[in-house]
């Protein structure tokens, strides 16, 4: 039986995580980890655990490691150990492959974007104050961080939130040009993590999931679930999720709160951000 999805439209906007997506800095935070949890004699951070902390906010990510990593030491004393090996290693942090030209064709061509990623405002300037050249892509009003006070307590990814609220800052800009608006099918979502996917799917928009090569063996033979947002990572009542989002909800267009459906056509896996497939995705380039 296919999917009842409609097919989906061009594009018009792209929505950017960040870590693990535009720079290699979820390479530095198992670097970070490891060097930690080899001072207390615990072995290295597994993939299986770590896919359960990408995309997430810090809280609930750090509930999950230390679950799994019982520590002889607090989680305060953890995260100050952790704040000053982040603060020696994240100004290191690099453009992934293909990250640079991306970002550069998608201005010259009239794509609107925006970024919406779980770091909160201090580890973002960690990370990205030596990479202005790329980072000045996006307009300030333009970029969400994980501490947005506009982020309700407890709705960090997978829930829909982030996106929704990227969505809604480019449509301001957009607003006060007088200028038509953005829908969500017409917004493309960028990660890297499982949580980010599910968290973009459930906001009503396209996705491309370029995971890191150990996160794709992690879910091997899962990867179409991951394209619909349907592994589960969201806990939430469905019920209760789509009374929150009622008000994102229009005639006519996919329930903003749900995830896809398999082969939906809504995700793509892509291994690389380097050759980036303009085309499929309905944006035509003038360069």
């Given at each position: 039986m296919g999917s009842t999805t409609p097919p989906p439209p061009p594009i018009r906007a792209c929505l950017f995580d960040m870590d693990g997506l535009l720079i290699d800095s979820e390479d530095l935070y198992t670097i970070v980890t490891n060097t930690i949890l080899e001072r207390y004699g615990r072995?290295?951070?597994?993939?299986?655990?770590?896919?359960?902390?990408?995309?997430?906010?810090?809280?609930?990510?750090?509930?999950?490691?230390?679950?799994?990593?019982?520590?002889?030491?607090s989680q305060e004393e953890f995260f100050a150990e952790q704040s000053i090996l982040q603060r020696e290693h994240f100004p290191?942090?690099?453009?992934?492959?293909?990250v640079p030209q991306l970002l550069q064709d998608l201005k010259q061509n009239g794509v609107h974007i925006a970024l919406a990623t779980s770091s909160q405002k201090g580890n973002y300037h960690l990370k990205t104050d030596h990479l202005a050249h790329?980072?000045?892509?996006?307009?300030?009003?333009?970029?969400?961080?994980?501490?947005d006070p506009r982020i309700p307590a407890g709705r960090g990814k997978p829930a829909p939130d982030i996106y929704i609220l990227a969505l809604k800052v480019l449509n301001d800009t957009l607003e006060a040009r007088g200028e038509k608006l953005l829908q969500p099918e017409e917004c493309l979502v960028f990660e890297d993590s499982v949580p980010g996917v599910e968290s973009g799917r459930r906001a009503g928009m396209?996705?491309?999931?370029?995971?890191?090569?150990?996160?794709?063996?992690?879910?091997?033979?899962?990867?179409?679930?991951?394209?619909?947002g349907l592994t589960g990572e969201h806990?939430?009542?469905?019920?209760?999720?789509?009374?929150?989002?009622?008000?994102?909800?229009?005639?006519?267009?996919?329930?903003?709160g749900?995830?896809?459906?398999?082969?939906?056509?809504?995700?793509?896996?892509?291994?690389?951000?380097?050759?980036?497939?303009?085309?499929k995705f309905g944006i035509a380039k003038r360069i």
């Open positions: 072995s290295k951070l597994p993939w299986s655990i770590k896919a359960q902390l990408q995309g997430r906010p810090g809280p609930q990510a750090g509930a999950i490691f230390h679950n799994w990593a019982q520590l002889p030491i290191n942090t690099q453009p992934l492959p293909g790329l980072f000045d892509l996006f307009k300030p009003e333009h970029r969400v961080l994980g501490d396209q996705a491309i999931w370029c995971p890191h090569p150990e996160l794709l063996k992690e879910y091997k033979g899962r990867e179409r679930e991951v394209l619909a806990k939430e009542d469905e019920e209760e999720e789509l009374r929150h989002t009622e008000k994102e909800v229009q005639e006519g267009k996919r329930r903003v749900m995830p896809g459906e398999i082969d939906d056509g809504w995700g793509t896996l892509l291994h690389s951000l380097e050759g980036f497939p303009y085309d």
